[in-house]
């Protein structure tokens, strides 16, 4: 067989095999899933940690500086996401993407959101103004947050392959990881509805501010600039 007709066989199975789909009851692991048509249905709420102004940071500056700049904004996000009961399913680059399960799902993905917006404020920026006190570069990043059913699947070729995340979720999430870094945390209204009436409020004070999302057909969404110490 030609890889041409290789290919062409392979296109016709993905498109014609029926699926198996079952419900999950935890973030599964590539192992978990077959690479046919194999699918776990869960309900979950997706986060993406990005970096800001990545592209410009690349471009100006060393190397060893934008990866160590890279290094302790990961580093910090996957620590507090654990720390917070979220499956890390991926890095991308600049950016990671966490996925929490459970009753307290959406709590636990926006109190992440402002820890890290505490822990780049109060942690990484300082120790990087003490090693490099002539750089005027500042770390600034955004994460996004939202709820949905979601789809998991394996997707690639043997001996590459990883999860993919169907679901309105992974798509928002990662959307709204691109909006202005003054405002650190994003989440959609149906997971501020969800999350912790502790969590909307300070002293009697929102934190949370409803906005717009122009780009999205006018939906709300909300804003914080607020964070919560680790």
């Given at each position: ?6 290919l ?10 029926q699926?198996?789909?079952?419900d999950?009851?935890k973030?599964?692991?590539a192992?978990?899933l077959?690479?046919g ?15 800001a102004a ?9 190397p ?7 290094k302790?904004?990961l580093?910090?996000?996957?620590k ?13 680059g600049?950016?990671i993407?966490a ?8 709590t636990?993905?926006?109190?992440t ?5 505490y822990i ?9 103004k ?11 990043q ?5 709820m949905?059913?979601?789809w ?9 392959n ?5 679901g ?20 959609t ?6 999350i ?5 409020a ?8 409803a ?13 914080s ?6």
């Open positions: 067989m030609s890889f041409g007709d290789e062409k066989s392979e296109i016709a199975h993905i498109f014609g095999d699926w198996s789909i079952r999950g009851q973030v599964p692991d192992e978990d077959k690479l048509n194999d699918a776990v249905k869960l309900t979950g709420t997706v986060l993406y940690a990005d970096l990545s592209t410009a940071l690349v471009d100006s500056r060393e060893h500086f934008a990866a160590e700049i890279y302790a904004y580093h910090s996000a996957a507090i996401i654990r720390s917070q009961g979220g499956a890390i399913t991926s890095y991308d600049d950016r993407m996925v929490y399960i459970g009753s307290s799902k959406n636990n993905a926006a109190r959101g402002l820890k890290i917006n780049v404020k109060n942690v990484v920026n300082p120790a990087l003490k090693q490099y006190p002539d750089y005027k570069y500042e770390v600034q955004t994460v996004g947050i939202d949905s059913s979601l998991v699947s394996r997707t690639g070729i043997r001996g590459s990883d999860l993919v995340w169907v309105r979720a992974a798509n928002y999430a990662a959307k709204l990881s691109d909006l202005s870094p003054d405002y650190p945390t994003w989440i209204a149906d997971v501020y509805a969800a912790a009436t502790s969590l909307k300070k002293d009697g004070m929102p934190i949370w501010e906005r717009s999302w122009t780009a999205m057909g006018g939906q709300t969404i909300y804003r600039n607020w964070w919560t110490t680790v």
